[in-house]
């Protein structure tokens, strides 16, 4: 079946620096992707989103580029904080926005 | 504005027994959402409501049920509990069908023993 899968399962980085979470997926009939953060004991949480007519969307601190060649999707957070150590997990959407499939997740630890 | 609450947070439960959770969405939506969470299987999506109909199913076995009210409060049971239902189960609420612009709640921690 189709699946949404994560590189990494635990991406460590200094504070201050630039982090970025990779997603492959397998869906070519993807409609868009949402990346959510993800804290302990906490529901998910809507970070961005990206339709797939486009590579690129920017939000505050966090960019999010889509390749449809190698069907790659990736979250970039400028300067890391403490405050943005948590899980984060990708989702695929197709099926007229019904059907949705998520990643694994990665765990962003943020080192002070 | 009160975000999406869930009842109860944790839950013990026993082999063989069956379980109702609860889930109350933020004021005006329209349509709840519920997931399982697991560290094996990730977030997996059960089945969603729209105005007390379900409008999508996930691939889960009958045990698991769910029902919307008139109000769009939500709820779901799980039959017939294996210790496999162990998990996270979380509900989500927004205006309009599907996942766009849905806000989770914190969920319901089920240990099934």
């Known amino acids: 079946g189709e699946s949404v899968g994560l590189h990494l399962p635990t991406l460590s980085v200094q504070e201050g620096d630039n982090s970025i979470i990779n997603c492959a997926y397998s869906?070519?009939?993807?409609?868009?992707f949402i990346w959510y953060k993800q804290e302990s004991g906490k529901g998910p949480q809507f970070i961005i989103d990206?339709?797939?007519?486009?590579d690129k969307r920017q939000g505050q601190r966090v960019t999010v580029l889509l390749n449809k060649t190698v069907k790659h999707l990736s979250l970039q957070i400028a300067a890391t904080q403490p405050g943005d150590s948590a899980v984060y997990f990708c989702?695929?959407?197709?099926?007229?926005?019904?059907?949705?499939?998520f990643g694994t997740g990665t765990k962003l630890q943020v080192i002070p | 504005k009160a975000g999406v609450t869930q009842t109860p947070r944790y839950l013990i439960k026993t082999r063989g027994q069956q379980v109702t959770l609860s889930c109350s969405p933020i004021?005006?939506?329209?349509?709840v959402s519920w997931y399982q969470q697991t560290p094996g299987q990730g977030l997996q999506f059960l089945f969603e409501?729209?105005?007390?109909?379900?409008?999508n199913k996930g691939n889960f076995p009958g045990r698991f049920s769910g029902r919307q009210f008139s109000n769009s409060r939500s709820e779901m049971n799980v039959s017939t509990l294996e210790l496999g239902d162990s998990a996270l189960y979380l509900c989500?609420?927004?205006?309009?069908?599907?996942?766009?612009?849905?806000?989770f709640g914190q969920g319901t921690r089920l240990t099934v023993v």
């Open positions: 869906n070519s009939a993807s409609d868009y």
């Open positions: 989500a609420s927004s205006y309009g069908q599907g996942i766009t612009e849905a806000f």
């Open positions: 409501y729209f105005s007390e109909t379900q409008r």
């Open positions: 004021s005006g939506h329209r349509s």
């Open positions: 989702a695929d959407v197709s099926g007229g926005y019904q059907k949705v499939t």
């Open positions: 990206i339709r797939s007519n486009m």
